[in-house]
């Protein structure tokens, strides 16, 4: 999805994509490749800056938009989805930059005149560029390829004299300064060698206040929202190709091969867009968080588009390698992208020792806040700090004083309709959330009983709910899942377990399997077949079985991990009452796609996904084998994809918070969640080297890796998950 959250910036991007229509025909441009690869201005640059697309970053005091780079960035993407040639991405990177800077001289100037609509390009500190002060001034010397060199009319210059690291505004056409042309990558843009030969930077010439982390996060930020765009142009043209494209007599997207490509090119796209919207957040945060967005976004975003776009070749076949098929223009502009961003792994060590101490985080900020409803919430919650659980078992199996307080003043599950919950609306959850974590305080979970109950309350007679609701939110009620059974686990409609009409209720017999914490559950909620004569999705019904009844025999499996959370769950003529069908006989599949989604909404400032904290401890502890850098580096990798995840789901809350229409965030974040789960995993037992041969290795390395199939085969494969995002999401034809 685009990276717009907002109406506004939908409605931007919009007319962004009709510009593009006007002004930027891709068969236009394919036309021009060698006027654009000298540096030419594209005949669209005029049109662009009378719309104010190149200012809307710039205060209206300078002569811009006085919007925000998120803005900018929204043109950006839509640009990079629609390969507008030319040097706008370039021009905004150095006009950010400038915008970014205390005022002074020089940034007074350069807004000036970015504003009236000179192009531009932004040269990173590099020890390429050497340095040397010179009275109030400094000399530069050295040479280093820049992006839309050829075309830029002014230069923000990045340099380091070894006391500390300053930009400047230089004329692109002064005098010790030469380009050096070179056959771009990028047929659609310039590119060349900078050559500095004594550069004079006068005092005036130095943006004041500019931090390198700052611009390195813009850069980070802007770039990854093109890689975005781009990918998105290769979600597309893929999914529509492969819906009409035929072998054997079938689309070839029906076949499962082409589908997880698909799906994959997917979830490739939508982490690359929320890693450049946390990278745009994080340009207004401190600079800690600034290297954990800027390195992820990296990681996550910029890097991942080559890959990306070369992954769409291999779905369009032969035609895609063709010189006259676009894919190839669009891989050539994410090469460039991730040329720009430097050496990989020196990002991701910085970012890891970042990551040691520190979470991605973002503070959700809510339009038009009901003060009234905060300051209720947080005067509970402050009661609430004063009790004790008088039995603590974490977030999940405490049960006391403070959780019964909570659950009965509608927070623990502020979701759920009243009296049970809040009936609270998505902003009022993230209210809620807020003041959760400013006191520290845990909000309580009752696991699968947040699945069960939303259904209970939904289908379950009044007598019912009042069974079973609060007990369940205060922790004495846990409960268990009775889906799964040896023939059943995907394909969950095909179970066998039978429950036949006897008097005042239902006999229920067969076998389920995989059950976590049947064995201390006090309820289950269960599938049952109540009609064998009709397709198998329409003869199942939905039961609330009590665990202590009679018939019910528990079996704990002991897993790889030597633990037993899961279980088989033997139900020998296990007696239910009426009223704990809920709905009608043959309704049980309906009320189970209910079950599946509910569950609760994860709303918090944190966006990780908690995949790192084993490698996390590992390092802490010096239980790793190898160099501290590449420890680092390896954290690195894992929290820039986690802070992606976590983003992707931060992204999801705020479209609901803002009245969007759902987005397709969780479902794809589930497998990109599992896929890092099992990368964690092999990280952390790598590194513990040699300490792997025993069972208590550091970082939890065999366990931890022992425990990865739980994650990859729970809640369905990932195979399962993609040929469900392929089908349902992206609309290919089943097989």
Known sequence: MPLSLT?????LAAAVSEFADRFADILQTRELFDA?????????????????????????????????VADTAIVVEEFGHRLVPGPYVSTVLASAAVAGAAECKASTRGLDIFAEGATGALIMPTSAITAAANGEGWTLNGRTEVASLLSAEWLVIGFNDGTATRFALVDAESADLSKAAGSSTDLTRDAGTLVLDSVVIEANDVLAGLDEQYVRTLQAGLLAAEAAGIMRWAVETTTEYVKIREQFGKPVGSFQAVKHKCANLLIASELATAAAWSALVAIDQDAAQQVLAAGSAIQTGIVPAVDALTEAVTIFGGIGYTWEHDTHLYLRRAITLAAQVGTVSTHMAALGRVALELDRRIDIELPDQDPAFRQRIGALLDQARELRNEHDGGRWNSRGSQRTFLAENGLAAPHWPAPYGLGASPAEQVVIAQEYARRNLTQPSSVIGEWAMPTVLAFGSEEVKEKFALPTLRGELIWCQLFSEPGAGSDLAGLSTRAVKVDGGWELKGQKVWTSGAHEADWGICLARTDADVPKHKGLSYFLVDMRAKGVDIRPLKQSTGDSEFNEVFLDSVFVPDALLLGEPGQGWR????????????????????????????????????????????LGRIVAVSSAIGALNLRETLRQVNGLQPGVGSSLAKVAHARLSR????????LAGPGALFAQAPGDAVTGLLGVPQVLIGGGTVEIQLNVIAERILGLPRG
């Open 36 to 68: 654009y690869g000298a540096g030419g201005r594209p005949a669209h640059w005029g049109e662009l800056v009378d719309n104010g697309l190149h200012s809307l970053h710039i205060s209206e005091e300078r002569g811009g938009q006085g919007g925000s």
């Open 679 to 686: 990368e964690a995993a092999t990280v952390v037992l790598q």
């Open 591 to 634: 009320i189970t796609a209910t079950t599946l989604q509910n569950e609760r909404t994860q709303i918090s400032s944190g966006v990780s996904v908690g995949t790192e904290e084993s490698l996390r401890q590992l390092i802490r502890d010096g239980g790793f084998a190898g160099a501290a850098e590449e420890a680092y580096a390896a």
């Open 7 to 11: 109406e506004e910036h939908a409605d």
